[in-house]
């Protein structure tokens, strides 16, 4: 299963009876926003608005928003076929193959790899029609505003593409971007982020400009790449190709030296300017509260590029669970065999919607020694992006971390708070509230595993669960229907 553009995956969804087409006249202000809401907050399926006010543009939100369509999107029926590949190459990366048969499977599976690098390619549909000078105008386009008190309109699912100014080596991510006017938006690069480092050496550099490109739809597995947190030095687009397993096509931009997702929808070029900043926000996040006014860089659009007849995509963010957090559980479940890797004794992880990715993390450990569950929280903010997490559970390798009850079941029994609380500080993320301080501020890993005798100086047996039988359960089991309890 591949799909070589947005509009093929719309045309399996539909398929698939996972899409409506909604004909109803909408307004892209706030009435799509609290459409997509109430169909996202119900497991309702994509949508595409036909009839928008004020534009000829269909819009397409909640391409991603379940278990199933996250997958389809990726090229696979379910998300464990993706961890399975992932597995894959990385039993690859622990040492040199045994044995010649070893070594020829080894080399066979890295030829197949490299056919899944980009592919730069002479002209795409996405340069179909090409506006410049006085014919930019970013109204013409369908932006949302989401909610009621946001600084306007925001572009919510672009592809933000920057150049290392160094390296050479290009960064795909996803940032939104308020529009202030015809050719002008915000850049909304936070701290962490690769998009951000780039800005920063431009700066230090004395660029006089840098460009950006930012691409609006293509196929569904590069779309989802720039929400990915990759290390700086790996290509999105060679991620998106072993997703797709076919390398993604790349086009030169029309008016710098980018490259630019050949089958993307909608292409905007331009440049910021080191050092010149504006307002930008509010806007309502993905905290479910509205991130606030503050300055950031400004992109200056010289140049749009779109296929004939383009779909906007875009999506909603907002008290969770949001579309955005079927996205983040995709990258949940791809980099737990990597977390694995350097942490061995990690069993599983999950990141709850109402965690919002960085606010909570609880992880399952197969503990063998004491202070384990405390290792296990430092490495855990040793790890790129896991460095902003607040606050991080650590539970046995038997309790299921994707049920919510039963942790905060063996959470209440099992910590001794005077004991189990581990208080840090460090980074934070922007839209962190609860800090005094934007960017930093304190953490806490709770400890709430099985505790051994050398922790904490214990001096009791820990008592075991209650659990009935094996013989009492199939007994039970058998003469279930006498019982006429249905």
Known sequence: MNFKDLREYIRFLEEKG??????????????????????????????????????????????????????????VDGLDEIVGRVEGLLDLMHGPPEGLMNKLRTLGQLVHLGSFQPKTVNSGPCQDVVLQGEDVDLYKFPILKC????????????LVI????ETGIQNYGTYRM????????????????VGTHHYRMANELGLERFDVAVALGGDPATIWTGSAPLPP???EMAAAGFLREEGVELVKAKTNDLLVPAQAEIVLEGYVVPGEERTEGPFGDHTGYYSMEDPYPVFHVTCITHRNDPIYPATVVGRPPMEDYW??????????????????????INMPAEGIFHNLVIVSVKKEYPGQGRKVMHGLWGLGLMSLVKTIIVVDHFVDVQNISEVAWRVANNIDPAQDFVFSTGPIDDLDIGSPT??????????ATVKMPQEGGREREWPPDIVMDDAIKALVDSKWSDYGLG
């Open 147 to 158: 909610w009621p008190l946001d600084g306007g309109p925001f572009i919510t699912l672009p």
């Open 438 to 447: 934007p960017k930093f501020g304190s953490k806490v890993g709770i400890d």
């Open 162 to 165: 920057t150049k290392d100014p």
């Open 178 to 193: 308020q529009v202030y006017d015809k050719q002008t938006t915000g850049m909304h690069w936070q701290t962490h982020k």
């Open 327 to 348: 996205m983040g559980k995709v990258t949940e479940r791809i980099f737990l065999p990597m977390m694995k890797m350097i942490l061995p004794e990690i069993v599983d």
């Open 18 to 75: 996972d899409l409506v087409r909604i004909k109803t006249p909408v307004n892209h202000e706030l009435e799509i926003t609290e459409i997509a809401d109430r169909t996202i907050k119900s497991g309702g399926p994509a949508l595409l608005f036909e009839n928008v006010t004020g534009s000829d543009m269909p819009v397409l939100i909640n391409m991603f928003g379940s278990d199933q369509r996250m997958a389809w999107a990726l090229g």
């Open 233 to 235: 030095d790996m290509d």
